[in-house]
């Protein structure tokens, strides 16, 4: 298990201990390094890789420390390792992984004694709030950034998240980084790296994964591994807005899509009868058509033809590796 500490924020990003009104030493220490190791032959190993690092919060959940870190790091993890601030390193259980939201939730198996971050709420954020960004590692792994938007955003992977936090400047291992408001509560989680524009510029940001998406959840996330809805239909689709159009970029091995025959280069236009022009479209179109399991139609543009394709939707869940009990 490597650290990767040969970079630094430049003194003039890193956070002021004076600056803050809480205690920024404890912050630091309460985020941890995340190292997981995936069988190579897990569902998402070819796309996400055997060997993924980033960070992780210890929070206080249900009387007990447990590390919240984006989902991502440790689907189909068989072995996870966690890294102090002060360096111990001690292996972890993968609880929890919310795929609505991207959470991931982490059991430490021993003693971590370390501090842990107070939750709190992003609803007072506003563009141009200023926040903590503090990834595993120290200061000189940590920002005083900037909210520079609120809105929408859809992943190529079937994902969409009504209310994406947007960050300024980004920090180069985004991964489970804490996002933390001016009083010290935790309010977001790092996703990605995107690219965003204001006013023409365009710019890296990252985006964070609001915490009040967890609050309603996770007490049943740390009892069951995961929140009772109705699974969405699930196509193993990679979708891309370009030049106005819904492109296939890629297809998930085995998956409804690719046993549909649909490929790369396939433009989809309509989800039943109902034409689709943006990902959130597609997207909420595609999950009103019913639970995981029903046939789902699609028309596809391929070159100069146009053909309806139908193919049964999955669970995204039912491709994954479980978790190794503890």
Known sequence: ???????????????????????????????????????????????????????????????????????YLITEAQNILLRTYDGRVLPG?????????????????????TPSVPLGSSHGLVAGSEVTVIGHGGIEHAATSKLIARREFAGYWEYLLDDGLLVAPPHPQWGGTALLD??????????LL??????????DANLFVPI??????LD???????????PHPWL??????????????????????QQAALRRGDVV???????????????????????????????????KQRRDVQLRSASRDDYLLKARGH
């Open 269 to 303: 236009t309509h989800v039943g009868k109902q034409a689709v022009h943006t990902l959130p479209q597609f997207y909420r179109t595609l999950w009103a058509q019913g639970a995981a399991g029903s046939m789902i139609t699609l028309t596809i543009k391929r070159g």
């Open 93 to 113: 259980h993968a609880l929890a992984h919310d795929y609505v939201t991207g959470f991931g939730l982490i059991l430490p198996l021993g003693e971590l004694n």
């Open 1 to 71: 298990m490597t650290d990767k500490n040969d970079w630094a924020f430049p003194p003039a990003l890193q956070p002021k201990a004076t600056d803050l009104p809480f205690d920024l030493h404890a912050a630091l220490n309460s985020v941890v390094q995340v190292h997981s190791a995936i069988p190579d032959d897990a569902f998402t190993a070819a796309a996400l890789g055997t060997e993924r690092a980033g960070s992780g919060v210890v929070i206080m959940a249900q009387g007990r420390p447990v590390v919240l870190t984006i989902g």
């Open 194 to 203: 995107i690219q965003e524009s204001v006013s023409g510029d365009q710019f």
């Open 236 to 257: 193993g689709l990679y979708t891309t807005e370009q030049e106005g159009q819904l492109l296939i970029a890629g297809v998930s091995e085995s998956g409804p899509a």
């Open 182 to 191: 001016n009083q010290g509560t935790l309010v977001g989680l790092g996703s």
């Open 212 to 217: 009040d998406l967890l609050l309603p959840m």
């Open 220 to 230: 049943e996330l740390l009892s069951t591994g995961k929140v009772q809805r109705t």
